[in-house]
């Protein structure tokens, strides 16, 4: 689907947004990425925004409020707080998660007081959707693919963390992403939210400190490596899935 038309039908789908930063420092590549090149130049040493490997739209048409309201409305999805270490779990009904929980980030709230719908999904109920998408086409020889599926209210997002490779993609909004490589401890506190460390901690960083950065738009898809620390803004109410490489 053309962009400017994505543009236009994503906030009809979900609403909500924060303002835009236009600068990106992720490196980019498109449809003439080989695998052998992105296993040599990327996979075990920086991130990649991948655009034009694959096309999504029937997956995010499957993905509008709607459609998802009425095939999982009375489905338990399980909710976990935005911050570091995401502890508690909270199960709830998915209609009750849309109508009441999902909305934008409150800045002066702890990371442990927000909570975000992402992974721990049901995928015997919701295989039939995720059937439907294209994952990322390259892999890390000896891993697989495993999808973390989530949707969440503007402003809100996951504070800095690391773990193994994967890809995201956005398929509605827009999600800013902030990445240190592993030998970099970013300066945060593990129960702020995303949007308390952008207003607060992100201002002072020297530019030396500052991280690398980029705003997804649907279409195009995040590859991150091993134990890269990463924190994520969703800018408007998104929907954006996963694919973790183990
Ligand atoms: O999409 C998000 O907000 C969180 C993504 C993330 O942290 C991850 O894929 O590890």
């Known amino acids: 689907m053309a962009r400017w038309l994505l543009a236009l039908l994503a906030p009809l789908a979900w609403a909500g947004a924060v303002p ?3 600068r990106c420092t992720v490196e980019g590549a498109d449809a003439a990425l080989s695998a052998e090149l992105f296993l040599r130049r990327f996979a075990f040493s920086r991130p990649v925004i991948l655009r ?9 048409a499957l993905c509008t409020r709607d459609k998802l309201l009425a095939a999982y409305g009375q489905r338990l999805v399980r ?3 935005a911050n570091t270490y995401s502890y508690r779990k909270v199960d709830v009904p998915f209609q009750e998660y849309v109508e009441q929980l999902l909305k934008p980030q409150d800045p002066t709230a702890l990371g442990s007081d927000t909570l975000y719908f992402f992974g721990d999904n049901n995928f015997t109920e919701w295989g039939p959707l ?3 998408y294209v994952p990322p086409p390259f892999r890390i020889p000896g891993t697989s693919g495993a999808y973390s599926f989530g949707i969440a209210g503007s402003g809100s997002g996951v504070p800095f963390h690391w773990h193994g490779p994967g890809y995201s993609e956005v398929i509605f909004g827009r999600k800013r992403w902030f990445l240190y490589p592993p030998d970099k401890t970013p300066h945060f506190h593990p129960n702020e939210t995303t949007l308390a460390w952008l207003q607060h901690t992100y201002p002072t960083l020297p530019p030396a400190e500052r991280p690398l950065e980029c705003t997804l ?4 898809i995040l590859y991150f490596p091993d134990r890269w620390w990463h924190a994520t803004l969703n800018l408007d109410t998104s929907v954006f899935i996963s694919t973790f490489l183990g």
Do not use: H, I, K, W
């Not at 738009?217 to 195009?220: L, N």
């Open 130 to 132: 995720f059937q439907q």
């Open 79 to 81: 909710l976990s707080t």
């Open 217 to 220: 738009r649907p279409g195009e």
């Open 20 to 22: 835009e930063e236009p």
């Open 52 to 60: 034009g490997v694959t096309d999504n739209s029937a997956f995010r």
